[in-house]
């Protein structure tokens, strides 16, 4: 499960690090309203979440069937932004190493 949200911060600094030449700025709002809109446009449901250090909650959605997926950062302060969104997520079973089968 570390490496999960392990990857999870990864893309996230990766998206956050990144500079966007002649795009959007990101779509923000509050979270009850983002989470509504995710749940009822795209079915999506909140299916991991990790702390980052700066105190920002980075949550993974997904549709049940993996169709759509989207990455939220929720700032300390309460505002929600979406910062990246996809097609065909595909939950990994997580490798254990250094044990005997």
Same mark, same amino acid.
């Given at each position: 499960? +570390?490496?999960f949200f392990g990857i999870l911060l990864a893309i996230f600094l990766c998206l956050a690090s990144t500079t966007s030449y002649g795009q959007e700025a990101p779509i923000c *709002? $509050? +979270?009850a309203e983002v989470v509504q809109t995710? $749940?009822?446009k795209y079915q999506e449901v909140p299916v991991a979440l990790?702390? /980052?250090n700066s105190g920002s909650v980075v $949550?993974?959605?997904t549709s049940p069937n *993996? /169709?759509?997926?989207t990455l939220t950062v929720?700032?300390?302060l309460g505002k929600t932004c979406l910062i990246g969104a996809g097609e065909a997520w595909t +939950?990994?079973?997580p490798v254990v190493r250094g044990e005997d089968s």
């Open positions: 499960m +570390r490496l *709002g $509050e +979270r995710l $749940e009822e990790a702390l /980052a $949550e993974l959605f *993996g /169709a759509t997926w929720t700032t300390p +939950r990994l079973v």
